[in-house]
Antibody, heavy 120, light 112 residues
């Protein structure tokens, strides 16, 4: 079965960096696009970024463009999110999610999430 | 960006009764390939979201048939034919036509 396990969350000061990882198993990782979606405490879902199956295409939400970088290592079945210049409003649970089928613009499975808290 | 709006904000439903949630998008979600890229998710309390419906009306693997989706263009509905206790949580619609993907604000469903 599909498993997505995020790691790397924690408490970080404003302006600092953090790198999230997502270990994938149960499917052919190199065949699917992958997403990051976040959820601020008590709030709704906000899409963050997507990367195509081979890493050649990436898209970002305006709120993170220029600060966050999505990447993947298909040899290790791992997805990453490098977050720089963090702000208080980046505080959220970050979910790694798998694209549905051949279409990158859809999500079928989600990880359990990792909490990022940006605070001084 | 495509704006996605859900109503109502919350629903309180008696078990066994139907429930319906509306989702409207600011532009048509019909792609030139003929498919419409509207999805429904349920986030149960303390859990991550799970896919219920894809491309307006197709139930995802393992989703009970009491869940159904309908609509076209910019107007969509999720219907639960007979609500059960395990259906509580927040329901989100999401458009997958263009990046950035956008979610509705969510509809909280509780049991009376």
């Amino acid at each position: 079965q599909v498993q997505l396990v995020e790691s790397g969350g924690g408490v970080v000061q404003p302006g600092r960096s953090l790198r999230l990882s997502c270990a994938a198993s149960g499917f052919t990782f190199s065949s699917y696009g992958m997403h990051w979606v976040r959820q601020a405490p008590g709030k709704g879902l906000e899409w963050v970024a997507v990367i195509s199956f081979d890493g050649s295409n990436k898209y970002y939400a305006d709120s993170v463009k220029g600060r966050f970088t999505i990447s993947r290592d298909n040899s290790k079945n791992t997805l990453h999110l490098q977050m720089n210049s963090l702000r208080a409003e980046d505080t959220a649970v970050y979910y790694c999610a798998k694209a549905l089928g051949g279409r990158t613009g859809a999500i079928d499975f989600w990880g359990q999430g990792t909490l990022v808290t940006v605070s001084s | 960006d495509i704006l996605t709006t859900q109503t109502p904000l919350s629903l309180s439903v008696t078990p066994g009764q139907p429930a319906s949630i509306s989702c409207k998008s600011s532009q048509s979600l019909l792609h030139t390939d003929g498919k419409t890229y509207l999805y429904w998710y349920l986030q149960k309390p303390g859990q991550s979201p799970q896919l219920l419906i894809y491309e307006v009306s197709s139930r995802f693997s393992g989703v009970p048939d009491r869940f159904s989706g309908s609509g076209s263009g910019t107007d969509f509905k999720l219907k639960i034919s007979r609500v059960e206790a395990e259906d509580v949580g927040v329901y989100y619609c999401m458009q997958g036509l263009h990046f950035p993907l956008t979610f509705g604000g969510g509809t909280k469903v509780e049991i009376k």
